[in-house]
């Protein structure tokens, strides 16, 4: 089809890690861990494998610490950054119904744990985007 897997898991760090590896023995494809909140150990293991990791809201939440931290040493070029719209709003929006104008603030929190610019960030995540969606077109 062209278009990366888009891999959802909670509580599945090998499992997945298992199936990537055995898979991508097989030939490289796209895929992207979605909404993560897994193990740095996955994180890394996919990104060595070609994969791209998106965090959501949840890293905005306090107890989200170690998130902050893998995002912030995984290479720049494998993150994004999306809402999980309508669910796990980010801080301040938390408990909140969640909607994709609340991506700024996901982004935000990630620029800080990198050290860098929401503008920074903006535009590497976009440029991300579309080397792994290569089927979406720029407006």
Known sequence: TGL????HAREADEDVAAILEAESAKGAFPFLLHCYTGGADLAHRAVALGG???FSGVI???NSAALRELAAALPAERLLVETDAPFLAPTPHRG???EPSFVRETATVLAAARGTTLEEIAARTTQNFFTLFSKARRA
């Not at 990366?4 to 891999?7: D, E």
């Open 96 to 98: 909140k119904r969640n």
């Open 60 to 62: 905005t939440f306090k």
């Open 4 to 7: 990366p897997l888009v891999i």
């Open 52 to 54: 791209y990791v998106s």
